[in-house]
């Protein structure tokens, strides 16, 4: 057959008489090459050779002194790839030839950077090639108290230079203490420093007091946190209740009353706060008094209008704080560009266009009469009163499932809002791996039919590389749903513990994250810490971290990801 080779009929072949061609030029490559610059002739050393792979950016080239007036020498060819390589020795030479090609000639390394060698450690690489991405900003001060943050962790990782072995391996002793201690809600007051941690029971045991949380329901083999976008995790777990009406009446009814207990007990200021967490939103109730309000507070994120629309069809007064504050600095934008700019009519025009544009026309007739004076009503087919309805909701489905949609509800609402919630028929998932399965509640105090249970908490002991040698890094993990007062509770053992030098950093449950919006507080001037502490002495949680919940939020939408103490002050980044 013309143009036909038979010898790709063996590929080993071919690539034998391949190697042979290279191995023969290599002697040849090598004696034409000019010798380095000022080495001798017989100086058998070469460089590095580069690698084919990298691009001309980031191509790690050995330091040396720059000789512009010299003539930078060319890289040798690679060496041979192994058999059953052929596309990868193509890819090399190509590779080698493009990058000698566009090379600049005596072309000085700029002096901002040194670029580090083949040699370089591993996370001393990652860290300079990620050095330009920008970070949030951290107060300009420190500060003796981080602000309060009422979105949920799903995991804490604090790292320090002091070992956490007092976290270890705790007796029976230390561990009952801490539950009873929890359970009577002692305050544990510890000084500045302690000289020796591991020594310390009143710290240990106070350690094993913060760890503890109240949920319900309580099933052993399914992870009831985070309920939203669980249903990867819970899929292939047994549900009996799945496909059995009666037992699903049965766990219902038992959260209805595990859910009334909790109500009650913040209503008469013995629970601070809980969380209701479905497969679609979360409930945050909060005690009068909690958030810089003087009435009970609950917060609804994320919601949607079919949600919306059936509150205020239960009669539910709510609010949407970040809309409202949304539309307040549109308001005031436009009332600044009409002052600022009223000479010139055409930007006045367009500024008052801004400003009604969230609030749709109500009256839809008088847009269509133009079509009647020009005697074409009967030609042009005008929209039905569903579609002119979906035009106004327009701007309330588009913020769905975002956290603009928050909800907010104050006062006696509440109480409305929890009888709604226990007949509302979309709080249980119909179908699918959580079908049938209560939403679950998160107390830090104890409630009817609500089991203890503690967070996970290990220490681990790493090295790190720190210039030339290596340090010893100490991390303490807590896995699980870590409520706003058992993060106060543990920063305050650690500034004791670590001899006020930690740093950690936060995972939060991103759909709570928006609980720290300050316009969800209704700030009341006349509470301050001496009617707070008044009017809940019991609710079971430290004084300290009474104040700090006490305050209203600062973080907005966010939440505290990085945490550091330095010398007894925070810092924070969000």
């Known amino acids: 057959v013309p143009g036909y080779s038979p010898g790709f009929k063996k590929p080993p072949a071919m690539l034998r008489l391949k190697r042979k061609r290279l191995r023969r030029s290599e002697p040849l490559a090598a004696a034409a090459a000019p010798p380095p610059c000022g080495a001798a002739a017989g100086t058998p050393s070469a460089p590095a050779r580069r690698n084919p792979f990298s691009s001309l950016d980031n191509a790690p080239r050995v330091a040396s002194t720059p000789q512009p007036l010299q003539r930078a020498r060319p890289p040798p060819p690679p060496p041979p790839p192994p058999a059953g390589c052929l596309v990868l020795t ?31 450690d591993i996370l001393t690489l990652t860290n300079d090639l990620h050095l330009p991405v920008a970070v949030s900003e951290v107060p300009s001060s420190p500060r003796h108290e981080f602000p309060a943050d009422w979105s949920i962790k799903t995991r804490l990782l604090f790292m320090s230079s002091q070992p956490f072995t007092w976290t270890e391996h705790l007796k029976a002793q230390e561990e009952a203490q801490g539950f009873a201690q929890h359970c009577r809600a002692t305050e544990t007051n510890l000084p500045q420093s302690v000289q020796e941690p591991k020594l310390s029971t009143e710290l240990r045991c106070a350690f094993q007091q913060s760890l503890v949380y109240w949920l319900h329901p309580s099933l052993p083999w399914l992870q009831l946190f985070p309920r939203i976008g669980a249903d990867r995790k819970i899929a292939g777990k047994a549900s009996p209740w799945s496909q059995d009406e009666a037992v699903q009446q049965v766990l219902m009814s038992d959260w209805s009353v595990s859910f009334t207990s909790l109500y009650n007990l913040l209503k008469a200021k013995l629970c601070p706060y809980f969380y209701v967490c479905t497969y679609q939103f979360t409930v945050l109730f909060r005690a009068a008094g909690l958030a810089g309000s003087d009435v009970i507070t609950a917060v609804i994120s994320p919601t949607t209008r079919g949600l919306r629309e059936a509150m205020r069809n239960e009669g539910i007064e709510f609010s949407l704080p970040l809309v409202e504050e949304s539309r307040t600095r549109k308001q005031k934008n436009s009332e600044v560009n009409l002052e600022t700019e009223a000479a010139n009519s ?145 920063t305050m053992l650690l500034r004791s513990a670590q001899r006020g030098a930690f740093s950690a950093a936060l995972y939060t449950h991103e759909p709570t994250a928006v609980f720290n919006t300050g316009r969800c507080s209704n700030a009341s001037p006349a509470l301050n810490k001496e009617t707070v502490h008044k009017d809940l002495p019991a609710c079971g949680l430290h004084p300290k971290t009474l104040d700090q919940l006490s305050q209203c939020p600062t973080l907005g939408k966010s939440s505290i990801r990085f945490l550091e103490m330095k010398d007894y002050a925070y810092t924070w980044k969000s």
């Not at 979906?390 to 928050?406: A, F, G, I, W």
């Not at 679950?440 to 609500?450: I, K, N, Y």
Request: aromatic letters at 6%.
């Open 90 to 120: 193509l890819c090399c030479a190509l590779r080698s030839f493009f990058i000698q090609l566009l090379e600049p000639v005596g072309e000085d390394k700029p002096a901002g950077r040194e670029e580090p060698s083949e040699r370089s």
């Open 346 to 490: 055409l930007e006045v025009g367009n500024s008052m266009e801004d400003r009604e544009e969230p609030a749709p026309s109500d009256d839809d007739d008088e847009s269509f009469s133009w079509l009647e004076e020009m005697g074409v009503q009967d030609k042009v087919k005008k929209p039905d009163a569903i579609s002119i309805k979906l035009r106004k909701e327009k701007h309330e489905v588009q913020m769905d499932h975002k956290p603009e949609s928050l909800a907010l509800v104050k006062g006696t609402n509440t109480f409305t809002l929890l009888n709604f919630l226990i007949n509302c028929k979309s709080l249980v998932a119909v179908a699918g791996p959580q079908a049938g399965l209560p939403p679950t509640l998160l107390s830090p105090v104890a409630f009817r039919g609500g089991t203890m249970q503690t967070l996970k908490a290990r220490s681990i002991n790493a090295k790190a590389r720190v210039r030339l040698a290596y340090e010893d890094i100490f991390s303490l993990e807590i896995v699980g749903p870590v409520m706003p007062h058992s993060l106060h509770s543990l």
